[in-house]
């Protein structure tokens, strides 16, 4: 039933709007990077934090490990939260050089749960970050959670409004086949309907999800 829901969903929104192309980054430690920077602040405000990384060229694990705190964040000043943020981008790379010799490529071989284990002991990565790495930089079939994932399930009957973000990646994770192209797309598809039609004050008409039953009657978030 639920498994059911969630196709159908994925189906109308696939059929609505098309891929999305995500994540938008040329390499995986971009990706690792704006999953750290896009906490609580536009894409369009990482882009430009990440254009002057790139500018300054400091992209790379190596040069971002050696740059200082303060020059870091004012790089990426942009982004909002610029020093909290520098710190947990140096929290992520004190972590990557002191267990893994700056190599990404050594986090390979890393069973997944162990690996989400580690990236959620670095201070300032929670779960949506973490698994946003594990997904879209690692490629591994790990759900990513956000508060649009929640509003829509939650108005659609698919959980109950008081399931935690560890209940809401299960529901997906269970029903769906475990295939990470799909969780991909999924994730950024919820992310689309969410800005446009799902808001806390919901535009249900002409939403592809408008067919379904849902109901709006408490505003979440
Ligand atoms: S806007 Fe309405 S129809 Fe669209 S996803 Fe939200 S509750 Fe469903």
């Known amino acids: 039933m639920t498994c059911e829901a969630l196709t159908e969903i994925y189906q109308l929104l696939y059929d609505a709007f098309g891929p999305q192309h995500w994540w938008p980054g040329e390499t995986r430690f971009e990706i690792i990077t704006g999953a750290i ?17 790139k500018s300054a060229n400091r992209l790379t694990p190596e040069k971002l490990h050696h740059l200082d705190l303060a020059q870091l964040a004012e790089l990426i000043r942009p ?20 267990n893994y010799q700056g190599e990404l490529t050594n986090l390979e071989s890393i069973d997944t749960d162990q690996l989400r284990v580690e ?29 649009y994932t929640a509003r829509i399930v939650f108005r659609h009957g698919l959980i ?19 295939d990470t192209q799909l969780f991909n797309e999924y ?22 999800l408008e067919k379904l039953p849902h109901t709006i009657d408490v505003e979440y978030f």
């Not at 920077?37 to 990384?53: D, G």
């Not at 140096?90 to 050089?97: A, D, E, P, S, T």
């Not at 300032?124 to 690692?138: K, N």
């Not at 950024?188 to 919901?202: D, H, T």
């Open 160 to 178: 109950g409004p008081d399931a935690d973000y560890e209940q809401l990646r299960e529901l997906f994770e269970s029903s769906l086949p475990q």
């Open 187 to 208: 994730h950024a598809l919820l992310v689309r309907v969410g800005k446009e039609f799902c808001r806390p004050k919901a535009r249900c008409t002409n939403c592809p």
């Open 79 to 98: 982004a909002g939260y610029y020093n909290i943020k520098a710190k947990r981008l140096k929290n992520f790379m004190n972590w990557l050089f002191d």
């Open 37 to 53: 920077l896009t906490q609580n602040t536009s894409w369009a405000n990482v882009e430009k934090a990440i254009t002057n990384l």
């Open 119 to 147: 990236l959620l002991a670095i201070k300032g990565v929670g779960r949506e970050t973490a698994d946003s790495i594990l997904l879209y930089a690692f490629d591994r079939p790990i759900f990513v959670v956000d508060a």
